[in-house]
């Protein structure tokens, strides 16, 4: 070899050096990290205001029969049909750091949520029905206040139903499997997600 030829082979001998520094350098560069992923995750959540909902649509009958007292004659009675549209899930106003306990090295992180809780309540008046009234020709037909009394009573008998529906339990159960299908994509890999 010529002595001409040694420096571009030395000149060689760094480009491949640089180039191969420069990949090494690349293919070690990762995304962000778990902390930068959750930190960026919480305002998301907040974002969102509520979690894991769950609508359900209950129908109910109400009626009240009127058999009348001694000094009343005959009898009347009424029927309606109801729909109401209840809806609960997770409310996220409060959610924030304090929420979490992350351990980026073990890939874990433990959430904390507040139970369920009703989000909303609708009966609307067009889905109120008559659906069956009877009045005896010596009594008068049921008023606006008496009509109205019964549909408070079938709201406060709803909303006193609403636990045993199961939605609350089936909202947590939403909300839970969403936190925890969204921290595994972040890249963790144990996820507990708890209520209180």
Same mark, same amino acid.
């Given at each position: 070899?010529?002595?001409?030829?040694?420096?571009?082979?030395?000149?060689?001998?760094?480009?491949?050096?640089?180039?191969?520094?420069?990949?090494?350098?690349?293919?070690?560069?990762?995304?962000?990290?778990?902390?930068?992923?959750?930190?960026?995750?919480?305002?998301?959540?907040?974002?969102?205001?509520?979690?894991?909902?769950?609508?359900?649509?209950?129908?109910?009958?109400?009626?009240? *029969?009127?058999?009348?007292?001694?000094?009343?004659?005959?009898? $009347?009675?009424?029927?309606? @049909? &109801?729909?109401? #549209?209840?809806? !609960?899930?997770?409310?996220?106003?409060?959610?924030?750091?304090?929420?979490?306990?992350?351990?980026?090295?073990?890939?874990?992180?433990?959430?904390?949520?507040?139970?369920?809780?009703?989000?909303?309540?609708?009966?609307?008046?067009?889905?109120?029905?008559?659906?069956?009234?009877?009045?005896?020709?010596?009594?008068?037909?049921?008023?606006?206040?008496?009509? *109205?009394?019964?549909?408070?009573?079938?709201?406060?008998?709803? $909303?006193?139903?609403?636990? @045993? &529906?199961?939605? #609350?339990?089936? !909202?947590?159960?939403?909300?839970?499997?969403?936190?925890?299908?969204?921290?595994?994509?972040?890249?963790?890999?144990?996820?507990?997600?708890?209520?209180?």
């Amino acid at each position: 070899m010529t002595a001409s030829a040694k420096p571009y082979v030395s000149l060689f001998r760094v480009s491949i050096l640089v180039i191969v520094m420069t990949l090494v350098s690349v293919s070690c560069k990762k995304g962000p990290s778990l902390e930068e992923e959750l930190e960026n995750w919480i305002p998301q959540m907040t974002e969102m205001a509520e979690l894991g909902t769950v609508e359900y649509t209950v129908n109910k009958i109400v009626s009240a *029969n009127d058999n009348g007292d001694w000094y009343k004659l005959g009898d $009347r009675m009424i029927l309606f @049909s &109801t729909t109401s #549209y209840i809806k !609960a899930g997770i409310p996220l106003d409060d959610f924030g750091e304090k929420n979490i306990q992350a351990d980026a090295l073990r890939k874990s992180a433990i959430v904390t949520l507040p139970h369920a809780r009703l989000l909303s309540f609708n009966m609307p008046p067009e889905e109120v029905k008559l659906t069956y009234k009877k009045i005896s020709a010596l009594r008068s037909d049921f008023n606006a206040s008496e009509r *109205n009394k019964l549909l408070m009573q079938a709201e406060q008998q709803i $909303r006193a139903s609403i636990p @045993s &529906t199961g939605i #609350y339990q089936e !909202a947590e159960r939403n909300a839970s499997e969403m936190v925890t299908t969204m921290l595994k994509n972040l890249g963790f890999e144990i996820v507990k997600v708890q209520f209180e």
